[in-house]
């Protein structure tokens, strides 16, 4: 089954104390990105990858590293967690069409929560 | 800002009622796609429409773009209590390689049985 897996769904953590939300897709997309979804605001990109050793920031990379070392991972890494990150976390991977553009799969989300 | 604007912000319908929804964006796109997402799940793909198209169906579904307005709509006919989810217009600015989706803040949409 053609799917977009994040781990974990859930994590409480504390400041300062780094964690790694993984992200792994099974199509053999080019494209992958991170978002975050907060209430009033939307989904905003953190960071998008458009291949291989190929990341860039999208509009909201602060606080955020990732990187895409394989085609199939690309994992979202928070050096130094702090209360405004917490948040509902989504990797995407991206189907790329014909005549160009994108179409994104989502995976499941992870609620991150930092006290 | 590329950001797509949805509107309303909310909807509540009878099951078996129409429901519409807008999007307005403000630059130039390549293509303008809709998603739905049920309560704190991933995004879903419903339907995607180009710029040099003006109407598409699929199922229950029909969104329309007018580029001269920058404006999009998607219509979901014969309403079900499933329907009920946030609905998220995306503004695809294609430039070449850098592609890129930009989502609106959605639309809860709710369907009373």
């Known amino acids: 089954e053609a799917q977009v897996t994040q781990n974990p769904r859930y994590l409480i953590t504390v400041t300062g104390k780094k964690l790694t939300v993984t992200c792994s897709q099974n199509m053999n997309h080019e494209y992958m990105s991170w978002y975050r979804q907060d209430p009033g605001l939307g989904l905003r990109q953190i960071y998008y990858s458009m291949n291989v050793e190929v990341t860039d920031k999208g509009d909201v990379p602060e606080g955020y590293k990732v990187s895409r070392k394989e085609k199939r991972n690309f994992p979202l890494i928070l050096e130094s967690p702090s209360p405004n990150q917490t948040s509902l976390y989504f990797c995407?991977?991206?189907?790329?069409?014909?005549?160009?553009?994108?179409?994104?799969?989502f995976g499941p989300g992870t609620r991150l929560t930092v006290t | 800002s590329q950001q797509g604007e949805e509107d309303p912000q909310a909807l509540s319908i009878q099951e078996g009622e129409n429901a519409t929804m807008n999007c307005s964006y403000k630059t130039s796109i390549n293509n303008l796609q809709w998603y739905r997402q049920n309560s704190g799940r991933g995004l879903v793909h419903l339907i995607l429409i180009r710029s040099n198209e003006r109407e598409k169906h699929s199922g229950r579904l029909r969104v329309t773009l007018d580029t001269s307005k920058k404006s999009s709509s998607l219509l979901i006919t014969a309403s079900r209590a499933a329907d009920t989810a946030s609905y998220f217009c995306a503004t695809d600015a294609f430039t070449g390689a850098n592609s890129k989706l930009t989502f609106g803040k959605g639309i809860t949409l709710s369907v009373r049985p």
């Open positions: 995407a991977s991206s189907l790329t069409l014909p005549g160009g553009g994108y179409e994104q799969y």
